[in-house]
């Protein structure tokens, strides 16, 4: 599971974390991620980084995504 840290790192920069998603892509894994933090990490794009939200679903169309809803408590 990725959380919206990780994404967004993965998506902007050229770290550990871009590594950890290209690794995910090509080796085929499945990623399983919360409705709430796609819905976050889109936020925080708009908020941080305006202009760069297309890159979420840029990622989101490049890994096999397994999405799960999980109760907000």
């Avoid at 990780?6 to 290209?22: A, D, H, T």
Wanted: charged share 20%; with cysteine.
């Amino acid at each position: 599971m990725l959380d919206t840290n990780i994404l967004i790192s993965g998506i902007l920069f050229s770290g550990v974390e871009r590594k950890l998603i290209n690794v995910c892509c090509s080796r085929g894994h499945i990623i399983v991620m919360s409705e709430y933090i796609i819905s976050e990490a889109n936020a925080v794009l708009k908020r941080k980084f305006p202009g760069k939200e297309f890159l979420l679903d840029v990622l989101l169309n490049k890994l096999e995504v397994e999405v799960i809803n999980m109760p907000m408590s």
